[in-house]
């Protein structure tokens, strides 16, 4: 790779250089300021008396996401790796609907066209890489997923066991119709939803729904916890920002000089 590449990959992959923070920051301010613009353009009396100037506000943006998309692209060693990514694709999602809106002409076209802007609403996905603690909440969710699917398969046992005794408990009068309905119940109220619609009237079905609802809290606390206990180890490892050229991945640690996914040299260009 050139140095003005390395240079540029360091500006728009990585944040420990005042370059790549200021990057960052004008990203998200930019990306913030074209969700705000997709938000205003949905209320109608907004858009019928500004609509000419956000459209030409929203064309600036995908302009400037255009040309960030397109660097992405050139200052990588293989710039398939990116645009087959989960942020190239996203990246892409969010500039072709004003694109494509310049080919949708006449009124029938209209409905389409309003659900095309609809996918603009994608930048805001572009926000996570550049929220730091998101990749070590999303290495802990995945390191914590098997222990997550236990407990949720616990917890569907008890609403089977709970709703099977409800029906059993309750009258047909009180809405409890059903075992899938009187599990539809235990689902709501162990998830401290309660929608209402379904009460039971017993003093024996109350004081089970009582046991439900504390243990309620309790479940509600647990995946909490796992997801926590497996954050606190990834935070143990200091790693910095650094993107690597060649296949893109990130999270390596302070000082590493090789990717350890494909041991390619790392962009150390300061």
């Not at 613009?37 to 209320?43: K, M, P, Q, R």
């Not at 809290?217 to 926590?228: D, K, S």
Request: overall charge positive; charged content about 15%; glycine content about 6%.
């Amino acid at each position: 790779m050139k140095k003005w590449q390395l240079r540029l990959h360091s500006i728009i992959y990585e944040a420990d250089t005042p370059a790549g923070k200021l990057f960052d920051i004008l990203l998200l301010v930019t990306i913030l300021l074209s969700v705000l613009f997709v938000g205003l353009e949905s209320v109608s009396y907004i858009d019928a008396q500004y609509g000419v100037y956000l459209n030409a506000a929203e064309w600036v943006v995908t302009i400037l996401f255009t040309v960030e998309y397109i660097l992405r692209i050139i200052c990588v060693q293989r710039p398939w790796n990116y645009i087959r990514s989960f942020y190239g694709v996203v990246d892409l999602i969010s500039i072709l609907p004003k694109y494509i809106s310049l080919l949708i002409v006449g009124t029938q076209s209209l409905v389409a066209l309003k659900a095309l802007r609809l996918l603009r609403i994608f930048r805001i996905l572009k926000l996570t890489p550049y929220i730091g603690e998101s990749n070590t909440l999303l290495k802990a969710l995945k390191a914590s997923r098997a222990k997550i699917l236990v407990f949720i398969f616990g917890v569907v046992i008890l609403c089977i066991i709970f709703g099977t005794l409800m029906y059993l408990i309750e009258s047909e009068s009180s809405g409890f119709t059903s075992i899938p309905r009187s599990i539809y119940w235990c689902i709501v109220t162990l998830t401290t939803v309660g929608y209402g619609d379904i009460a039971p009237q017993t003093s024996l079905g109350q004081f089970l729904a009582s046991i439900i609802m504390i243990l309620g809290y309790g479940i509600i606390a647990v995946p909490t916890g796992i997801v926590t206990a497996e954050m606190s180890k990834k935070s143990s490892v200091d790693t910095n920002t650094q993107a690597c050229p060649y296949c893109m991945h990130t999270e390596h640690k302070e000082n590493s000089i090789y990717c350890h996914q494909c041991g390619k040299t790392l962009n150390n260009v300061k």
